[in-house]
């Protein structure tokens, strides 16, 4: 029997999410936005969007654990959520309170955070808050008072859409850029504890692209 040429490997899943979420971006962006009404902001963009923030948030946390097993000889807690461990890896991190805020939006859809909304005059008056997730006994993002603005059921920073049926591709939009401004980030710290090699040749419509350059089309649609 021969020698396998590579000894080991770490099991990291985040790269094999890339194309999914490609493919969900160009299923997304086929359709234009149909703005919001009674139901949010529809099936089609709200499905595609929801998936596609989850997914996201699923490359980041697969790409943090990968660094938390490069550097796991330094002494840090285990029990932080990302964005408090990402800081202690990185104090200079730029995207700390909208990554807060990022993973707030991926929770919300993720476990659907119920808001019970009055609609029967959406008209004239929009869809008033009858009672909020906490008000309806959900457990919340611990951030969740000091990042969230009940009245108009956004985040403070990014302004992400934290009522779940209302999550569209701007929020997708704003997910991204964070998620890749703190994935190169990383990257820029120890290539090889965040190697980006993967981000390079993705397939979108009907070319190969980089990352960036479907984030750039997702703004360039949005």
């Not at 476990?111 to 997730?133: I, K, R």
């Not at 993002?141 to 990014?158: A, E, M, W």
């Not at 290539?191 to 997702?218: C, H, M, N, V, Y």
């Amino acid at each position: 029997m021969s020698n396998q040429a590579i000894p080991d490997i770490i099991s990291i899943v985040g790269s094999a999410y890339l194309q999914p979420i490609a493919d969900l971006l160009e299923k997304l962006l086929s359709d234009p936005p149909a703005g919001h009404g009674v139901a949010g902001s529809g099936l089609h963009e709200n499905g595609y969007s929801a998936a596609t923030i989850i997914l996201l948030m699923a490359v980041l946390e697969s790409y943090t654990a990968r660094v938390r097993f490069a550097r796991r000889n330094e002494a840090v807690s285990t029990n932080l959520s990302t964005p408090d461990l990402l800081e202690k890896y990185y104090p200079e991190l730029p995207t700390k309170n909208e990554l807060i805020e990022s993973f707030l939006c991926r929770n919300v859809v993720a476990h659907n955070h119920v808001w019970h909304l009055d609609v029967s005059d959406f008209e004239t008056l929009g869809s008033p808050t009858l009672a909020t997730p906490q008000e309806l006994g959900f457990q919340t993002n611990k951030h969740y008072q000091d990042v969230v603005n009940v009245l108009s059921r956004r985040t403070k920073i990014l302004g992400l859409n934290i009522n779940p049926i209302a999550v569209d591709r701007t929020d997708v939009r704003k997910v991204f850029s964070v998620v890749w401004e703190t994935l190169k980030h990383m990257n820029e710290k120890s290539f090889s504890d965040t190697p980006l090699t993967s981000f390079q040749a993705i397939k979108f419509r009907g070319s190969r692209r980089s990352f960036e350059q479907i984030l750039e089309a997702l703004v360039k649609d949005d």
